[in-house]
């Protein structure tokens, strides 16, 4: 096993920390990082997805989960994506039920500060989640949704959605959401001006 | 057709500045953008990924360029300088100048810290709108690391990674193989300032 620097941070004395910490922080390879918090547009595309979610799963073994679910990816990440949806019994890292490793669909709205680390570091390690079927990164500049699905073979998939009128599939949990839904009261710059 | 703003440039406007500017610019929908230099592994990785492309192509009609080689996506659309291309066949270009390459198979970015939002966003969505374009490839320079990014029918794109030094990434777009180990070779992960 490598050597870790002197201020390295194991998973268990970060999961320690966090646990009884005030605000929330990422874990990533040896650090802790505060999370930031979100714009006003940012929270309502993550409650209208959130909120269509529930009347989809009513009839499948699967939940959904807002940015308060803790999960642990590949024992490098440990975060809180913005949309989280879990199907069948839930598996947690340790033995405290507070930090899922079994997530089936995550999804996350891009922002400036977090676009590289969403579509880069955490897509990275979201993909060695051996359960994770689909990943989706959703846009709060313009109405877009770009889902990657898991595929044979570890690749992946990706197809993007564009526009109001379009609908993302999550073939994932078998979900159709119009995009007129997740961006329901979210203005753009150039719309109405 | 949409008015445009005051300070609105053409891409006419663009190509004609650019032609005689000391720095190079991106150009997208009306504005130039200064282009960032880049660092030195950078631009080993970049070179080593040339010259790996280059001798695997040896005997077929593709011409592999580098950051020097200006691609537009569409005509008000992106104007920039991916640090590698291949294009096979006959190159095409943009009014008839040949500086502005309009048809690559393949184009790579090696990310860096300032720009890996930007390859991963915005520039990868306009390549994904160029017709030509079978495939696009992002490097990590802080890792072994190759991501492949392939065209499919139905507008969809198929990513495949390759990590770790002795995995093989496969281009398919131009039929041509390179070991990381070539991309990567003299690069030292891990040191303050990459």
Not at chain 1, 97 to 112: A, K
Not at chain 2, 20 to 38: D, I, P, S, T, V
Not at chain 2, 93 to 108: C, E, K, W
Request: charged share 25%.
């Amino acid at each position: 096993m490598a050597a870790h620097p002197q201020n390295w941070i194991s998973p268990e004395q970060y999961l320690e920390i966090e646990r009884d910490a005030e605000f929330r922080h990422e874990y990533y390879n040896g650090r802790i990082y505060a999370m930031a918090g979100r714009s006003p547009r940012h929270a309502i595309i993550i409650a209208n997805l959130v909120g269509e979610f529930p009347g989809l799963l009513k009839k499948s073994p699967c939940f959904v989960a807002s940015s308060d679910f803790r999960v642990a990816a590949s024992g490098r990440l440990y975060t809180y994506p913005d949309v989280v949806v879990a199907c069948g019994e839930h598996k947690y890292v340790g033995d405290r039920q507070d930090t899922l490793s079994n997530p089936r669909l995550v999804i996350e709205v891009l922002s400036p500060s977090t676009e590289s680390k969403d579509r880069g570091m955490k897509f990275t390690e979201y993909r060695k989640i051996e359960s994770l079927q689909e990943y989706a990164v959703v846009s709060q500049e313009e109405a877009k949704v770009e889902i990657f699905r898991c595929q044979d073979g570890g690749r992946w998939l990706m197809t993007e959605y564009s526009g109001r009128g379009a609908v993302a599939r999550f073939e994932s949990i078998e979900a159709s959401v119009p995009l007129a839904e997740i961006y329901a009261k979210v203005q753009f710059g150039e719309e109405g001006a | 057709m949409a008015a445009h703003p005051q300070n609105w440039i053409s891409p006419e406007e663009y190509l004609e500045i650019e032609r005689a500017a000391e720095f190079k610019h991106e150009y997208y929908n009306g504005r130039m953008y200064a282009m960032a230099g880049g660092s030195y592994w950078h631009s080993v990785i970049s070179g080593n990924l040339a010259a790996a492309l280059n001798a695997a192509l040896r005997t077929r009609p593709c011409v592999v360029t580098t950051s020097d080689l200006r691609i537009n996506v569409s005509r008000e659309g992106l104007y920039t300088y991916p640090d590698v291309a291949v294009v096979c066949g006959e190159p095409e270009f943009v009014d008839g100048r040949n500086d502005t390459l309009a048809n690559p198979a393949l184009v790579i970015e090696v990310l860096s810290p300032s720009t890996e939002a930007y390859d991963r966003g915005f520039k990868s969505s306009q390549y994904r709108t160029l017709a030509p374009l079978q495939e696009y490839v992002l490097v990590s320079q802080t890792e072994a690391r190759v991501e492949v990014f392939s065209r499919q029918i139905n507008g969809n794109w198929l990513l495949t990674e390759f990590a770790g030094l002795d995995s093989i990434a496969r281009f398919e777009s131009v039929d041509a193989s390179v070991p990381l180990a070539e991309i990567y070779a003299k690069v030292r992960f891990g040191e303050e300032g990459i």
